[in-house]
C-alpha cells in the first residue's frame, strides 16, 4: 500500500520561495507519474506540475512555468517542488499525489500541506 507523505509548507511573502517534500512509501515507482496538485480556497483541484518517475519527463501548469520546478531523488523515493518567486495566487493546499503511467486519474494522495503567499 502505497503512503505519500508530504512536507514544506508554510508562510512566505510574495517573491519568497519554498520547496515541498513528498516521500513515498513504495517499493517502486518505476512505472507511475508522480505529480504536485493544488487547491484554493473555492477553485478546483489543479495540476502543478508532474513527472515520470523512471525517466524524468516533466510538466508544468503554465501560471508556474518558470518559477516551479519539479524533481525527484529514487534513493530516498522522496518528490521535490521547489517555488520560486511565490505569488499571493499560489496560496492553495499543494497535494503529492501518484498515477499510473497512461492513465489519467491520480489515484493515491497526500494528506496535503499549505503554502500561503502575503503580500
Known amino acids: 500500500q502505497v503512503q505519500l507523505v508530504e512536507s514544506g509548507g508554510g508562510l512566505v511573502q510574495a517573491g519568497g520561495s519554498l520547496t515541498l517534500s513528498c516521500v513515498a512509501s513504495?517499493?517502486?515507482?518505476?512505472?507511475?507519474?508522480l505529480g504536485w496538485l493544488r487547491q484554493a480556497p473555492g477553485k478546483e483541484r489543479e495540476v502543478v506540475s508532474a513527472?515520470?518517475?523512471?525517466?524524468?519527463?516533466?510538466y508544468y501548469a503554465d501560471s508556474v512555468k518558470g518559477r516551479f520546478s519539479i524533481s525527484r531523488d529514487n534513493a530516498k523515493k522522496t518528490l521535490y517542488l521547489r517555488m520560486n518567486d511565490l505569488k499571493p495566487e499560489d496560496t492553495a493546499d499543494y497535494y503529492c499525489?501518484?498515477?499510473?503511467?497512461?492513465?489519467?486519474?491520480?489515484?493515491?494522495w497526500g494528506q496535503g500541506t499549505k503554502v500561503t503567499v502575503s503580500s
Open positions: 499525489a501518484l498515477k499510473p503511467r497512461g492513465e489519467a486519474t491520480y489515484i493515491k
Open positions: 513527472i515520470t518517475w523512471s525517466e524524468g519527463r516533466t
Open positions: 513504495a517499493r517502486t515507482l518505476t512505472n507511475y507519474v
